[in-house]
C-alpha cells in the first residue's frame, strides 16, 4: 500500500472515530448515561486513534501505529453503538429523525468531494480559469448548511425537548377537619347539622387565596385524611361532597391527623415548617379518641391555632336506630380548643369572618424544580434557518436550495 492511501486511509479510520467518540458522548448527555461517561477514556482513545493515523501516515507498515489507530476506532464504536441502541430504545422516532438528516450531510459531503475529484481531469487549469465563469466558492456551501440545520433543528423538536426551571411554590397550609359523627344529622340547624356544615366548608374553599395548600379531614369514630393538602380545589369540593357519617366523635384526633398532614408538606428547599391553619367544624361532644385538652397542647407546640365553627343548638336530637336522643352542642369545648391555640371560635360564621383564620397566616415559600418545554424554540431555530438558506440560495443562485 502506497504512503498516499495508506495515509488517507488511516486518517479516514482516525476521523469516523473521533466523529463516533463524539457521537457517543452526546448519546450520552442525552440518554443521561453518566455511568457511562468517563471523559478521561474518551480522550484516551481520541488520542489512540490520532497518534495511530500519524504512525501510520508517515511510516505504513508501522503495525504498533496500526494498533493504536484500531484501539481508538474500536472503543469508539463500542461507545456509540451502546448508547445509540439505549437511545433508540427511549427516544425511538426523534433519534431516527436526527441520524437521516445526518446521511443527507455526509452524502452532501461526499457528493462535493467527488465535484473536487471531476473537477482535477481537466489538467489546464489556466485554461480552465479564462473559460469558466467565476463560481460561488464558499459561499455555495451556506445556504445548504442553513438548510441542514433547519431540517436538525426540526428533527431535535421531534423530542419535545425540556429545561428545568425553579418555580416559587407556596408552602402556607389550611386544613379543614369535619365532623362526620351521627349526631351531624339532626335538623336544629337547616337543613341538617351536616349540609351546613358542608355548605359552610364549600364557601371557605371557594374564598381561600388559590395560592394555599388545602386539605381535608373528616372524622367520627377515627380520623382520615381525605384530601393531602393540595392547590386542587376540585378535589377538596368533591371530598366535601362526599362525607358520609358515623358513630363517635374524635375531636382530638382530627387536630393530630391535620397536624400530621401539614407535616406532610414538602420543604422544597424552605427552612422549618409551612404556616399552617386548622378549621374545625364540629357540633363538639368528644365521645373516641384522644382529648381535646391533648390536641390542643400539641397544636400550640406546632403554633397550627385552630378555629372552631360550631353547627347546632341545645335542643337538637336525633333519630339513631329509631331511638330520638338529644345531641346539644358543645360549645365549650370547641370555644376552649380554639382560645388555647389562639384561634377563632365561631357559631354562625359568614365568609368574611372566616377570612380572619388565614388572613394573618404569613407566607412560606419554596422552589421545585418542573421540567418545561421548549419544543417552540427548536421549531423557531428550523425556521429561521429555512428562511436563511431561501433567501441566500435566492440572491447568489436564483433558485431555492
Not at 428545568?164 to 335538623?187: K, Q
Not at 376540585?234 to 382530627?254: K, N, P, R, Y
Not at 357559631?347 to 383564620?357: G, M, T
Request: net charge neutral; glycine share 8%.
Amino acid at each position: 500500500m502506497s504512503t498516499r492511501r495508506a495515509s488517507w486511509l488511516a486518517w479516514s479510520l482516525a476521523a469516523a472515530g473521533l466523529a463516533m467518540l463524539a457521537a457517543g458522548a452526546a448519546l450520552v448527555a442525552i440518554n443521561l448515561d453518566m455511568v457511562g461517561f468517563n471523559v478521561p477514556l474518551i480522550v484516551l482513545f481520541g488520542s489512540c486513534a490520532v497518534i495511530g493515523a500519524l504512525a501510520v501516515s508517515r511510516q505504513p507498515g508501522n503495525l504498533v501505529g496500526w494498533l493504536f489507530l484500531a484501539t481508538g476506532v474500536v472503543a469508539a464504536m463500542q461507545l456509540f453503538t451502546g448508547e445509540f441502541a439505549l437511545s433508540l430504545y427511549r427516544h425511538g422516532g426523534p433519534l431516527l429523525a436526527v441520524l437521516s438528516v445526518l446521511l443527507v450531510a455526509a452524502a452532501y459531503v461526499l457528493r462535493q468531494f467527488r465535484r473536487r475529484t471531476y473537477a482535477m481531469k481537466f489538467t489546464n487549469v489556466e485554461l480552465l480559469r479564462t473559460l469558466a465563469p467565476k463560481g460561488l466558492g464558499w459561499r455555495r456551501h451556506v445556504a445548504a448548511g442553513a438548510f441542514l440545520l433547519s431540517l436538525l433543528s426540526l428533527a431535535f423538536a421531534m423530542a419535545r425537548p425540556s429545561i428545568d426551571r425553579e418555580e416559587p411554590l407556596e408552602r402556607a397550609t389550611v386544613m379543614l377537619a369535619i365532623d362526620v359523627s351521627l349526631s351531624m344529622e339532626a335538623d336544629d340547624v337547616q337543613p341538617t347539622r351536616i349540609e351546613a356544615a358542608q355548605e359552610a366548608a364549600k364557601a371557605f374553599v371557594n374564598e381561600l387565596p388559590p395560592t394555599y395548600n388545602l386539605g381535608l379531614v373528616s372524622f367520627a369514630k377515627s380520623a382520615n385524611v381525605l384530601v393531602s393538602p393540595t392547590k386542587d380545589r376540585s378535589a377538596v369540593i368533591s371530598g366535601i361532597d362526599g362525607l358520609t357519617l358515623a358513630e363517635a366523635t374524635a375531636t382530638g384526633e382530627a387536630v393530630f391527623t391535620s397536624l400530621d398532614a401539614i407535616r406532610s408538606v414538602p420543604a422544597d428547599g424552605a427552612d422549618g415548617a409551612p404556616p399552617a391553619r386548622i378549621v374545625l367544624l364540629s357540633d363538639g361532644y368528644r365521645t373516641s379518641g384522644r382529648s381535646i385538652e391533648d390536641a390542643a397542647t400539641a397544636a400550640s407546640q406546632a403554633n397550627v391555632p385552630v378555629s372552631t365553627i360550631a353547627f347546632g343548638t341545645d335542643t337538637g336530637v336525633v333519630d339513631i336506630r329509631g331511638e330520638l336522643r338529644r345531641v346539644p352542642v358543645d360549645r365549650l369545648s370547641l370555644q376552649q380548643l380554639a382560645e388555647n391555640t389562639k384561634g377563632y371560635f365561631y357559631e354562625a360564621a359568614s365568609v368574611s369572618e372566616l377570612k380572619k383564620v388565614y388572613e394573618d397566616m404569613g407566607s412560606s415559600i419554596g422552589h421545585r424544580v418542573e421540567p418545561r418545554e421548549v419544543t417552540q424554540w427548536y421549531a423557531g431555530a428550523a425556521l429561521l434557518f429555512g428562511l436563511m438558506a431561501a433567501g441566500l440560495s435566492l440572491i447568489w443562485t436564483s433558485r431555492l436550495p
